[in-house]
């Protein structure tokens, strides 16, 4: 292994949530007023935490979402995961090797604690990450694209940045490796390579990413 920490994304990278997550996210917003196709979606927010949504919202529109947006939202997108979530094809795989190697691995996402949880719960991935291997951008002052939560996993880990790799599959999540010091990987499957060319390599398709880590 080339690096002494691998951090992954979650949503799109172990849990294939974003395509749910994306359609509930635009439907919502269009329901409130604000117009948002899903291709919208996930240009302006894969990846982001909530108060981006809050934000770009209010600065396109000089409205505020409702006190409660984010409860509904979740509350939604939890039922949907239920239904419909898998994890992403090759994540297991990858986890499998990196325990069985004894490689230093975790999770660092704009989603929330409890959305993580729910994610892992139902797709099985949550058997390879106790809570000592989560970190949320609950954890956190900002989200991505700001460097703090990867800089914080890696903190919390006990590895210095330039030893660590990123795994991720969003601009705003490459845009924030990059800030933080940390190689990054670009997970191309849902986003258009051209959207992720700061990162240090592209690779589509999860069954690859083992043999980049060597």
Same mark, same amino acid.
């Given at each position: ?32 007023? #604000?117009?948002? /196709? ?15 949504? #809050? ?18 939202? #979740? ?33 660092? /996402? ?105």
């Amino acid at each position: 292994m080339r690096y002494d920490l691998v951090i992954f994304d979650n949503d799109g990278v172990l849990v294939d949530s974003e395509p749910i997550s994306n359609k509930l996210l635009a439907g919502y917003l269009t329901e409130l007023g #604000h117009t948002t /196709s899903y291709e919208d979606s996930l240009r302006d927010y894969m990846g982001a935490a909530m108060h981006r949504v #809050h934000d770009l919202v209010e600065a396109r529109s000089g409205r505020r979402l409702p006190e409660d947006f984010d409860d509904v939202f #979740h509350a939604r997108v939890f039922a949907a995961f239920e239904r419909e979530l898998e994890p992403v094809a090759g994540a297991v795989g990858v986890l499998e090797k990196l325990a069985a190697d004894g490689v230093p691995y975790c999770v660092a /996402s704009s989603g929330s604690h409890e959305r993580i949880r729910v994610g892992h719960r139902k797709t099985g991935v949550g058997r390879w990450f106790d809570d000592g291997r989560i970190f949320s951008s609950q954890d956190v002052g900002r989200g991505k694209p700001a460097p703090d939560l990867f800089l914080y996993a890696a903190e919390r880990m006990g590895v210095e940045p330039a030893r660590c790799v990123v795994v991720e599959d969003s601009p705003l999540g490459v845009r924030a490796a990059v800030a933080a010091g940390m190689d990054v990987y670009g997970f191309t499957a849902m986003t258009p390579a051209e959207r992720l060319q700061e990162a240090t390599q592209l690779f589509a398709d999860m069954g690859e990413l083992l043999d980049l880590l060597v």
